[in-house]
């Protein structure tokens, strides 16, 4: 079955570049059939969905963070990665990668879900 | 865009039935599938129902959800509640091409 896996740095300092990587095992990226999401859980908080990619390379993101966030695929380490750029304190939150699966152009689940990383913003 | 808008908590005793509400602003409940999802205290969240109403293979037939268009809204039902249920459950839907979370529920089962 298909597993997710989040890896990055857990400390980032403030105005630097965040920067995670998704490992997927079980299964393909280059496949097909399936985008490939971060989400983001603040502490104590609710979930907000960063932004998907396909394994072509085409992505979406939340307009909200649209202006500083790049997600990419390398599929042939099966990977695909997140950047935010220009973090604060209120980045700071708990990053988890996940499959997103469709419903054609009706809706969208994410299933499975990695662990999740916390990612702390501080100088 | 539209917003999910779930209750803050709600609390039922075991073997009771609960319902855990989902309210979109805008737009027609309808229009896009509504997914509910289980997080434990420490996990990741977990699909409990997918596609309004569907169950993922090994989540138990004490969870059902549905939609109700009149008040524009989806419901998850837990019954027979079991203690192992306590956990916050957020719904989640899309329109064009966003994805939007309610803001959660914390489920006590006391």
């Known amino acids: 079955q298909v597993q997710l896996q989040e890896s990055g740095p857990g400390l980032v300092k403030p105005s630097q570049t965040l920067s995670l990587t998704c490992t997927v095992s079980g299964g393909s990226i280059s496949s097909g059939g399936y985008y490939w999401s971060w989400i983001r859980q603040h502490p104590g908080k609710g979930l907000e969905w960063i932004g998907y990619i396909y394994y072509s390379g085409s992505t979406y993101y939340n307009p909200s963070l649209k202006s500083r966030v790049t997600i990419s695929v390398d599929t042939s380490k099966n990977q695909f990665s997140l950047k935010l750029s220009s973090v604060t304190a209120a980045d700071t939150a708990v990053y988890y990668c996940?499959?997103?699966?469709?419903?054609?152009?009706?809706?969208?689940?994410?299933?499975?879900w990695g662990q999740g990383t916390l990612v702390t913003v501080s100088s | 865009n539209f917003m999910l808008t779930q209750p803050h908590s709600v609390s039922e005793s075991p073997g009771k039935t609960v319902t855990i509400s989902c309210t979109r602003s805008?737009?027609?409940?309808?229009?896009?599938?509504v997914q509910w999802y289980q997080q434990r205290p420490g996990s990741s969240p977990t699909t409990v129902i997918y596609g309004d109403n569907q169950r993922p293979s090994g989540v138990p037939d004490r969870f059902s959800g549905s939609i109700d268009s009149s008040s524009n809204s989806a419901s998850l039902t837990i019954s027979g509640l079991k203690t192992e249920d306590e956990a916050d459950y957020y719904c989640q839907s899309y329109d064009s091409s966003n994805v939007v979370f309610g803001g959660g529920t914390k489920l006590t089962v006391l």
């Open positions: 805008s737009g027609s409940i309808a229009s896009n599938y």
């Open positions: 996940a499959r997103d699966r469709r419903f054609g152009e009706i809706s969208n689940w994410f299933d499975p």
